[in-house]
């Protein structure tokens, strides 16, 4: 891994599943908690060294890289008592779903960079996908240091234009929920056709495990990859046939992806 620029100081807001993730790989990764606040309304100890606390300080210190990890809902009240506290030294890189930059901008109208990121669930094992997004405002020494920051947490992507980004955010920010539910589904599958339920999780797990794995490791596409598992005549190809009859398969993650969609659509119209 090539060397990381870690930000002076960085301060979380919100340190739920999502900002939580995203901070154990970075303590992993070597950063110094001592660089690190989070404010979280529960005030619950978050990691050895990483001061906690449960309102907003009198001032940042100089070059603070604010990480918004609250809920979208909540972005009004949070702005109010953070603004203030933002200077032209400040950066934000927002993880909120659905909060457009034109709107993150309206709120924060000091700070030198104002990145969205839309991480999702993987990056605390270093194997996330994190898409970034901002404007042409935004100094090209800052897009740097978010993919310098964001790197350790996997793969990274710059969007190059906003109106993809609630697209982005259903396939790879929710996408790991729609894989869980696979992995579930694929288990129940077998149970269903009377293995022992433990034996079937733990196959179906392995399964996915090792043909992701070998997808990602692959120079065939994973369309190819499938057709090398289905031998002629055989039973992978009557598997085949039930999940491409009509394009079943695929209408049903097209529908699926549409309706996260729309409501990233629908949150960013609500405000
Ligand atoms: N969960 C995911 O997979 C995922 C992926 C990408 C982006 N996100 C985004 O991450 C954000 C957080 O989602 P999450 O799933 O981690 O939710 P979460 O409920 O687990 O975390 C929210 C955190 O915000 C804190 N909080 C509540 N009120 C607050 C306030 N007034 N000020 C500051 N902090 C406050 C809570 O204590 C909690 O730690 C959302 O904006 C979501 O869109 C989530």
Redesign the pocket.
Known sequence: MTDIFWPDHLFL????????QMLARWLDCGLDPARVTV????GKPVADGVRVVTGYPVALPADTTVL?????Y?IA??AASLAPLCGEDTDIVS?????PLAGLRAYFPAPRALIRA????PVGIGQGVTALYTDAAVPVQAREAATSLISPLGLVEWIADEARFNEI?ALS??G??FLFRFIDALARAGEALGLPADQAARMALATVEGAASMAARASDSPGALADRVASPGGMTRQGLNVLDADDRLLKLLTDTLSAARDRGEEMAREG
């Not at 404010?39 to 529960?42: A, H, I, M, N, Q």
Request: charge should be positive.
């Open positions: 807001v919100g340190c739920g599943n999502m900002a939580g404010l979280r309304p529960s918004l990890g609250m809920k979208p909540q009240d949070v993880i909120l779903a659905g909060t839309m991480p999702n669930l955010t920010g929710c790991p929920a």
